[in-house]
């Protein structure tokens, strides 16, 4: 069965770059999440999708921005990247009783 | 507010011993979701099970088992006969929606188990 795709696996940035996440949830699932673990952590929310516009925010700073697309793919976009953005990044996908699916995440690494 | 609390921050056993992980939950709507989810050092968040608050009947799948009680608000993990290929961090999360709207997770601050040969 096809899984949430996330790209890339692994990211290195400088600070102040800029980086784009993305996230290809199941077919037919018609919501997003994205959620950022730092290490050591639990995963914390950041932002959700359902039908392409934006149902709910958590801690997101300013400099991070998001979107998902008409074919339900979502890109997590963060400027001016800070060392403390260094982090695991989650995406996940639902819909309905198909609950919640996680992809295996891009681990951003800012130097 | 909606909050998860694993007191667990470290378990150590040996390979064949049982372990409970422990989860206590706390939330206003009756409506709600908890999940289970497994962190092996590789990273990814494997999906364990999902229990609706309707549904407090004990889950047994193979090795592992929870126990559900609304009553004190926890939705406790056992796994029997432990083995190292268990070792991993693991996660208690709440949702109070439908996961297919708004139903952001609320995760506890994971337990990390070590089982040792």
């Known amino acids: 069965a096809a899984g949430v795709i996330q790209s890339p696996r692994h990211l290195i940035k400088e600070k102040r770059e800029t980086a784009t996440l993305k996230c290809y949830p199941i077919p037919r699932h018609d919501t997003v999440y994205w959620y950022q673990q730092g290490p050591g952590q639990d995963p914390q929310f950041l932002i959700s999708f359902y039908e392409k516009m934006q149902s709910d925010k958590g801690s997101i700073p300013d400099r991070f921005s998001a979107q998902q697309f008409s074919d339900y793919h979502s890109e997590l976009n963060m400027s001016s990247l800070e060392l403390g953005d260094s982090a695991l990044y989650f995406c996940?996908?639902?819909?309905?009783?198909?609950?919640?699916?996680f992809g295996s995440g891009t681990r951003l690494t800012v130097v | 507010a909606q909050k998860v609390t694993q007191a667990q921050t470290e378990i150590s056993v040996v390979e064949k011993e049982d372990v409970t992980l422990d989860c206590v939950y706390e939330?206003?709507?009756?409506?709600?979701?908890l999940f289970w989810y497994k962190q092996p050092p590789s990273g990814e968040l494997v999906f364990l099970i999902r229990r609706n608050s309707f549904d407090e009947q004990n889950e047994i799948s193979g090795r592992y088992s929870w126990n559900f009680q609304k009553s004190t608000s926890s939705f406790n993990f056992t796994i029997t006969a432990s083995q190292v290929v268990d070792s991993a961090v693991y996660f208690c999360?709440?949702?109070?929606?439908?996961?297919?709207?708004?139903?952001?997770?609320?995760f506890g601050q994971g337990t990390t188990l070590q089982v040792k040969p």
């Open positions: 939330t206003r709507d009756t409506t709600y979701y």
């Open positions: 999360a709440l949702s109070e929606n439908e996961p297919s709207n708004t139903g952001k997770l609320i």
């Open positions: 996940a996908s639902s819909w309905g009783q198909d609950g919640y699916t």
